[in-house]
């Protein structure tokens, strides 16, 4: 697939985040996902302190693990969905995060207010005017980290039965970033004046007992919001169980 020309998308996350959905996508196995896709990465950074902002916090689940790995860094969060950051505010683990409703293209925050901005599996959502904003509010060295889906062919099962039904629709469907980007071409996402310091390929396995579970999963997360728009597929075909594979850039960029 060609790479689309970048659009704001933030509006289609609150299409899906809104009310109900919120509390859909604050499930254990989500969690679980975006720990584990923090894992990797927060792999070969440094030891951050100062202050420090979660970009498209969610519900909070990035803000759990930078807390725990990070505690030196005091955290803030900041999300476009307002039943998003108001069920994070309500977990006792995050009370001493600052937890605000703000879209990534406007930040609230004056210029060089960050020493480290992570952007977990949130950045596809983005318009082009964040980069510029991330750079805004990060000081002279500081971090920029964010792991970014990728459109990558795969063999596994799962993947397939998603690529077929978006094959099958595909003249329904307007391409955007939020489907992910080829790997070469994340670092379009980056502002002028940085330096990349790891560009990598990660991959993330999950295993769903059917395929009926799949699709509740990716809709929970999005992922069939960013990938196929206000028109998702009602059933994705694939024997069980269904293994589905989920590759991202990481990149840990410096001002």
């Known amino acids: 697939m060609r790479v689309a020309t970048a659009k704001n998308v933030t509006g289609n996350a609150n299409g899906w985040s809104g ?32 202050r420090g902002l979660d970009l498209g916090c969610g519900t909070g689940f990035s803000a759990e693990g ?81 792991s970014v889906p990728l459109r990558r062919f795969s063999r596994v099962p799962g993947n397939r039965a998603l690529a077929h039904a978006l094959l099958a629709g595909r003249s329904h469907f307007v391409r955007s970033r939020s489907q992910g980007l080829r790997f070469e071409d994340v670092s379009r996402l980056l502002p002028g004046g940085v330096r990349v310091v790891r560009h990598e390929l990660v991959v993330v396995n999950e295993q769903f007992a059917d395929s009926q579970e799949l699709r509740e999963v990716l809709e929970s997360r999005g992922a069939l919001a960013a990938i196929f728009g206000d028109q998702p597929p009602t059933r994705i075909e694939a024997p069980s169980p269904v293994d589905f594979e989920w590759p991202f850039a990481v990149l840990h960029v410096q001002v």
């Open 19 to 50: 009310g109900a959905r919120a509390a859909r996508y604050d499930v254990e196995v989500n969690r679980g996902f975006y720990r584990a896709t923090l894992v990797h990465l927060l792999e070969r950074a440094p030891k951050f302190a100062g």
């Open 66 to 146: 930078l807390i725990e790995k990070a505690p030196c860094v005091t955290w803030n969060g900041v999300d476009c969905s307002r039943e998003m950051v108001e069920l994070a505010r309500r977990k006792p683990g995050l009370r001493k995060v600052d937890l605000l409703e703000a879209r990534a293209e406007i930040l609230p925050f004056p210029d060089a207010s960050f020493d480290v901005v992570v952007a977990n599996f949130s950045w596809h959502w983005f318009g082009e005017e964040a980069r510029q904003e991330v750079r805004r509010v990060l000081r002279p060295g500081g971090w920029l980290l964010a």
